[in-house]
C-alpha cells in the first residue's frame, strides 16, 4: 500500500537494530485519514470471503480494525492482555509470549462474542514473531471457529512470523513488508 | 444520545453496585456503526472551538475517539498506560490512580505530539471518579497547551467525576447519564 510505504519512509524511526517507531502516525499519534484508507484496503482485500467478525489485539491495531471493520460492515472485537488467567468458566484465554518486550500475557475473549459459525479476519499493527496472531487463532480455534486471514500494516520479513502462519493454513496479507531495518534504513521488500 | 441510551438498556449489564459492563458493543465487542454515530455527535458538539486534537487513554476510548477525529479531521493522540516512570527528557508522565481497578499507572504522552498551541479535546468512554480524565488534563498544562472539553459516553452522576472537572474549568458533554445503578436496573439522569 503506497499511501502508507511513503508515510513510513518519511516517519518511520529506527531505534537500533530490527526497532521501527512508528509512533507519529500509528502508534501513539494516529493519523486517521490513512487509518481509514488502510481499514478500506482491508475491507477490499478480504472481500466476498465471508467474514463476520473481525479481531485485534488491544491497543495498538484498533484504530486500522475500526475501519476494516466498518468498511466491511461487521462487528469488531478486541482481544485483552491480562497479567493472569483469570477464574471464570466463561473466557477463552491463552498465554502469549512477546519476545519483542520480554513479557507474557493472557489473551483473552469473552465467550459471548464467538461462536462456532464465525469466519474471523484477525487484523493488527505489526507482524514480527507472530506471536500475538497465533495466541489469537489459538482463541478462535478452541471456539471452533474459522480463520479467513491476518491482515497487518507492516510485515518484518526477516522475522518468521508468516512462515508460521502460512504452516497453520492462514493467509497473511501485509500491506507493506520490510526486508531490513539498518542503521539508518528502511529497506522495503517489494 | 438516543441511540446509546437505548443499546445500553439493552445490552448493559450490571455486576453488583456501580459495576455497568458494556462488553458487547463498546469495551470487547464493538460496535463500529454506532462508534461511528457516537463519534460524529462529539464532533459535531465541539465543532467551531478551534480543537487540534483529539486525546483518549487506552484503549476502551479508542474506538469512539478515531470517528470523533475523523468527523474533525484532526489527529488522534493515545495515551499510553505505563507501569513505571520512564527515564527519557522527551516525555510527559503522570500517576493516575485508578479507585476502580485499584492500580495505579503513569499516564504517558511524548512530547513530540503536543505544543503550546494544541487545543484539546479529551474522548473517553466512562466519566466516574475523573482520574484519568484529570491525568491527561496535568499532561496538557505540563505542555501549555489548552483544553477544549470532556466527551465521554457514560457518566455515572453520582460520581464526583464532572465536579472536579468543572471546578478545573472544564467542560464535560456526556453523551448519556446514569442516576443511578441498582441490582437490577440502570436509571439514566435525564
Known sequence: MDALKERIKAEGKLLGED?????????HQVDVELMEAI??????HFQGQGVTKIFTIESSGIAPAVFA????????????????????????????????????YELTLSKDYISDQDH???VDD????????????R??????ATVAGLAVLIEKVYQPGRAKL?????????????????????????
Chains 1, 2 share one sequence.
Open 126 to 137: 505489526f507482524l514480527a514473531n507472530g506471536e500475538a496472531a497465533t495466541g489469537a487463532l
Open 19 to 27: 526497532i521501527l517507531k512508528v509512533d507519529s502516525f500509528i502508534n
Open 39 to 44: 481499514g478500506r484496503d482491508i475491507a477490499e
Open 69 to 104: 471493520a466498518r468498511y466491511m460492515g461487521v462487528p469488531l472485537v478486541i482481544l485483552k492482555k491480562r497479567s493472569s488467567k483469570t477464574l471464570s468458566q466463561n473466557l477463552w484465554q491463552t498465554e502469549v509470549i512477546s519476545y519483542t518486550k520480554d513479557v507474557s
Open 166 to 190: 502460512e504452516e497453520q493454513g492462514v493467509a497473511v496479507y501485509a500491506q507493506t513488508r520490510i526486508s531490513h531495518c539498518g542503521e539508518h534504513e528502511i529497506v522495503f521488500a517489494e
Open 139 to 144: 482463541l478462535i480455534r478452541k471456539a471452533h
Open 120 to 122: 474471523i479476519l484477525i
